[in-house]
């Protein structure tokens, strides 16, 4: 700075002092103070297997697996209601099954399924019948993953569950895959076990396997053959 | 040039001796910068034509003539790169004379030296600026990335995309950043939230290593970025520079141009009043666009890691008599795809992930950026005010409003199609800020700088929970003194901050809505010195305390994390985390060899971590480990080197090892991503005709090495997979300047991961689902007009 310099009129700078302050008046709103309710965009959290004889309709059941949530959008501390999570069939019986997923922090509870039948080529269910003797499709939890209520972790090692899942609708891939919102259940002898039944969401990798992609939904049924 | 502030007329034709008052002990002394980024020219010769002193300034760019008599004096300035400048300086009583210098651009091949020693903050604590040569080289990546070549500075990275600078082993929160003279106020407590900043706006950017609260505020406990764009124009017509960009990986292209003018201030006495009151107005306008596509590792592609970005700045500066305003707008907008490959329902998604190895997504190179991806948009409006005071005094009073909106897209759309295509999280920060600062003259042996700041911070939230609404209240009051002696310089300083914070949330058990408030307040305090031991040889030492407040996701967050499978969980009992710093370094800056060794030791009391809790909760999607947000006692302590060894004039070596061990003593175990020991080496050989002096030349090509360690200190639980192996990248680089007729074109060729080697870093979150990038080559083109 020069030693010889001119002093500006002062009212420059008030003029911009009040700007300033004007400027900071702007922030004296109070939005934050209401709070927006929690929303989970992709929350499910209710699976339903709706279970029916292929030759006597009247011959039907529907089984429940639910987890609510809280405000925050977490599991409510009280875990998941299983206590209809279960399916009594007959032996060497053929059945249609229709998957339900369902959002009930939604109201109206909103109709998921509808939606993943929708996205078919981006989704797709797996079924587990556990304990099996045959090859697992959904690998069994590792590290301190477990498996969803009310099928016990590990599995208890006995005779194993004698059903058989079929997939019988198709996405519209290039190669068309299973969805698995539509199955047949065929059962064999009399025996007893659980179902885990997985959503898998797998966005351009969609290839019949478990592997690619991620869960959205995992949940168990127990069963009972008699 | 034009430069010649005076115009060299005899209009102020003081007769020698003709106020001889204060006889002759007068003294005449500033600080010569370049002018268009204000970095300081050390070494830039000075002469007086009427006593035939000269004087070369100082490593900060000082420079001092003492015992002249009153008078008219012609101040004839030099330095090589820059167009030489003669003043005539009026000598009545000591005065304070500032010079800027222009570049030549006959000599746009000057190579910068990074690590001067700047003025600001503190002279006594270890920095570093990017600036020049060394800045273009990283033109096009991100802040973060740019900065990763600095000794003692490493970046923490979620996927190819998203990165935040790490300062002696502290992140997020604990790294503040200014970005030009206003403190960042975005979310920046996430690991994959980046920092919202446009590079391209910035002449300089500078690392202060080490805690540098007292004049910045709470959370400058691990260091500070400073993001400083050129000086606005105080000459006569208009210049502008256009950057382009192109890179192999990601086949990202950037472009970035800015243009620039002024009416200048002191031409009306030169008898051309012409434009009246535009007399000292100056403008800059700035604009960049990046976009990028899947980026590659050395084999496959990693499915949505595209990007987009949208970024410009206007400034405009108005300088009359003693008043100097800035105004400053800019909008950082950008849309950042996230990695397909890490979207996690649970720890066994994660852990089969981690098993195979490589990532099942599509192996194809697309623009197209598709959820999950971050859409963020960055505010900015500072309003600046100096006052010039008798004396070389100022005062400063800065005030700005920032907004920060993030959206947060998942990976699919909402289920209801009803809710359209909206972000899982959307979380809007508003902020104003407001410091007014007192700072005396630089020129004298005892300078002061005294200020208060006050602030107050809106969020908002929507859609999914994992902050709260909040509001926060912040004021702090410092003063910062230096006495500067002929080979001791001294400072201290003192701070004190206030904060208050009131959440807004659901309580998950009443349904009813809390508001939980929280006060935190901390005196902060430094002292340090720089002392020439002469022979080239300079030592600087430092403690300083610094704290911060625990921010509102650690006080109340709640819920999974998605890429990393965790359930974080806060606590709202946490009390403030506050740190002790040491440091000192060693410089030496010789003929052919010039380096800094330097050592640190911070030890932080409360300091804020996410724990692993050892259990687990299950949600519908899978088992997700929970981690507590937790306090202990940690010691974080480390050693920066680098050295520059020229044997020959036209190569240049060079070496730098950062080295960084970090504890934690309350759980008697080491700190999860404490980034490994480094060592980087390059050797460069310049070519071409020389310069004018004889030393820069307009060609070089190099080529360097980077060697990251394994890192071996990893803590006992809490991390999904073992730190990878170490890895040895090399890189080439070439550059040179084109000149068609009187307009210059820089251009340069950088190679990065030359081998196209196949690795992991410990630091990249994405380690567990992919290898990170391949080989990226790099050409950029800058031209100057």
Redesign the interface.
């Known amino acids: 700075m020069f030693s010889t310099l001119r002093f500006a009129p002062k009212a420059r700078f008030f003029a911009g002092a009040a700007l300033l302050a004007t400027l900071g008046l702007a922030s004296c709103n109070k939005d934050e103070e209401v709070v927006s309710p929690s929303v989970e965009n992709e929350a499910v959290t209710t699976m339903t297997l709706t279970v029916t004889n292929a030759v006597s309709a009247t011959d039907t059941q529907t089984a429940t697996w639910e987890q609510l949530l809280d405000a925050q959008g977490n599991p409510v501390a009280t875990g998941p209601n299983v206590s209809q999570a279960k399916l009594m069939l007959k032996p060497n019986t053929t059945y249609n099954v229709t998957v339900g997923l369902f959002d009930k922090t939604q109201t109206p509870t909103f109709d998921v399924g509808a939606e993943i039948k929708e996205r078919a080529n981006i989704h797709s269910f797996f079924f587990q019948p556990l304990p099996t003797t045959q090859p697992l499709v959904i690998p069994a939890p590792t590290g301190a993953d477990t498996y969803p209520l009310p099928i016990p972790t590990p599995i208890p090692t006995g005779n194993p569950l004698n059903l058989m899942v079929n997939r019988t609708d198709l996405d519209t891939n290039a190669t068309p895959l299973p969805l698995g919102i539509t199955n047949t259940f065929v059962t064999g002898a009399a025996s007893a076990g659980y179902l885990q039944v997985v959503l898998r969401h797998q966005p351009n990798s969609k290839n019949g396997t478990y592997a690619p992609g991620s869960t959205d939904f995992d949940a168990g049924f127990t069963v009972k053959i008699q | 040039m034009l430069v010649v502030l005076l115009g060299g007329q005899p209009w102020?034709a003081v007769a020698q001796g003709a106020a001889a008052e204060p006889g002759c002990a007068l003294s005449l002394a500033g600080r010569i910068t370049d002018q268009r980024t204000g970095e300081p020219l050390p070494g830039a010769v000075l002469r007086l034509a009427e006593t035939s002193a000269a004087e070369a300034a100082d490593p900060d760019g000082h420079y001092h003539f003492h015992q002249l008599c009153a008078g008219q004096y012609h101040v004839n300035a030099s330095f090589v790169g820059y167009a030489e400048q003669v003043l005539v300086v009026?000598l009545?009583?000591s005065?304070?004379?500032d010079i800027k210098l222009k570049p030549d651009s006959k000599q746009l091949g000057e190579v910068r030296v990074a690590g001067e020693k700047q003025t600001v903050p503190l002279v006594s604590q270890s920095q570093t600026t990017l600036g020049g040569q060394a800045l273009q080289q990283t033109r096009g990546l991100n802040l973060a990335e740019s900065l990763k070549g600095i000794t003692g500075v490493y970046s923490i990275q979620t996927g190819p995309t998203i990165a935040k600078p790490v300062i002696h082993g502290l992140y997020g929160n604990r790294v503040l950043i200014l970005n030009n003279g206003v403190r960042q106020e975005g979310q920046q407590w996430a690991l994959d939230h980046a920092p919202e900043i446009d590079p391209f706006t910035a002449t300089r950017l500078t690392v202060v290593k080490g805690a540098a609260s007292i004049r910045y505020g709470a959370d400058a406990i691990g260091g500070v970025v400073l993001v400083e764009p050129a000086a606005l124009p105080d000459t006569a017509g208009v210049s502008g520079e256009m950057n382009l960009v192109g890179m192999t990986n990601g086949r990202l292209g950037a472009a970035s141009a800015f243009v620039q003018g002024a009416v200048p201030a002191d031409t009306a006495r030169s008898g051309r009043h012409g434009l009246g009151l535009l007399h000292g107005l100056s403008y800059r306008v700035q604009g960049t666009l990046r976009r990028g596509g899947n980026t590659r590792s050395a084999t496959y592609y990693l499915?949505n890691t595209g990007l987009e970005e949208r970024n410009y700045s206007l400034a405009l500066g108005y300088h009359?008599?003693?008043?100097n305003?800035e105004l400053f707008f800019s909008r950082f907008d950008t849309k950042i795809g996230i990695f397909?490959g890490s979207?996690?329902?649970?720890?066994?998604?994660l852990?089969?992930a981690i098993a195979?190895d490589r990532p099942?997504?599509?192996d194809q190179f697309t623009y197209d950026v598709?959820r999950s991806y971050q859409a963020v948009v960055h505010q900015l409006?500072k309003?600046k005010?100096t006052?010039?005071l008798p004396g070389?005094n100022r005062v400063e009073?800065t005030?700005a409003?920032q907004t920060d909106a993030r959206s947060e897209y998942?990976?699919?759309?909402?289920?209801?199609?009803a809710?359209g295509d909206?972000p899982?999280l959307f979380l809007s920060l508003?902020t104003?800020t407001?410091d007014v600062a007192y700072v005396t003259s630089a020129a004298q042996p005892w300078s002061l700088t005294t200020g208060v700041s006050g602030m107050?911070q809106?969020?908002?939230?929507?859609?999914?929970?994992l902050i709260?609404?909040?509001?926060n209240y912040g004021a702090g009051a410092y003063v910062l003194g230096k006495h500067r002696g002929e080979r001791l310089t001294l400072e201290g300083g003192l701070r004190y901050d206030y904060r208050w914070l009131r959440a807004?949330?659901?309580?998950?058990t009443t349904?009813r809505?809390i508001q939980p408030t929280t006060v935190y307040q901390a005196v902060t305090g430094t002292l340090g010195g720089l002392l020439d031991l002469g022979h080239g040889l300079s030592l600087t030492a430092n403690l300083a305390t610094a704290w911060r407040p625990p921010n509102v996701n650690e006080l109340y967050s709640?819920?999974?994390h998605q890429s990393a499978a965790s359930y974080e969980i806060g606590s709202p009992n946490l009390t403030k985390e506050q740190a002790y710093n040491a440091s000192a370094s060693l410089l030496y800056s010789g003929q052919k060899l010039e380096g800094e060794v330097g050592g640190y030791v911070n030890y932080i009391r409360n300091y804020l971590y996410l724990q692993p809790a050892l259990r687990?909760?299950?949600?519908?999607?899978?088992?997700c480990?929970v981690f507590d947000y937790t306090q202990a006692n940690v010691l974080f302590k480390g050693l920066d080197a680098r050295v520059s060894y020229r044997p020959i004039e036209r190569l240049t070596f060079t070496s730098s090892a950062s080295l960084l061990w970090a504890y934690n003593y309350t759980a008697d175990d080491y700190l999860i991503y404490a980034p490994p020991n480094r060592w980087q080496n390059g050797l460069r050989l310049n070519l071409g005709p020389a310069a004018t002096s004889g030393q820069l030349r307009q060609r070089y090509l190099g080529i360097s090495n980077v060697f990251v360690a394994h890192q071996g200190r990893t803590p006992a639980s809490g991390d999904y997979a073992p730190a990878p192996a170490a890895y040895n990248l090399w890189g080439a680089e070439a550059g040179t300047i084109l000149h068609a007729g009187r307009q210059v074109f820089d251009l340069s060729l950088t190679a990065s991961n030359l081998f196209n080697r196949d690795y992991r870093d410990y630091l990249n979150r994405f380690r567990y689902y992919t290898a990170d990038m391949g080989q990226n080559i790099q050409l950029r083109l800058r031209v100057p007009f």
Not at chain 2, 320 to 323: E, L, M, N, Y
Not at chain 2, 468 to 471: D, E, H, Q
């Open positions: 102020c009026d009545r009583g005065l304070a004379k499915a009359r008599g003693i008043v305003t397909a979207e996690m329902g649970s720890v066994n998604d852990l089969a195979r099942l997504t599509a598709n409006f309003a005010t006052v010039a070389d009073a005030f409003r998942g990976s699919q759309l909402p289920f209801n199609p809710l909206v899982d508003t104003h407001l107050t809106a969020n908002i939230r929507q859609y999914q929970y709260p609404n909040f509001r807004f949330l659901t309580d998950v349904g809505i709640a819920g999974v687990y909760i299950r949600t519908v999607r899978g088992s480990p």
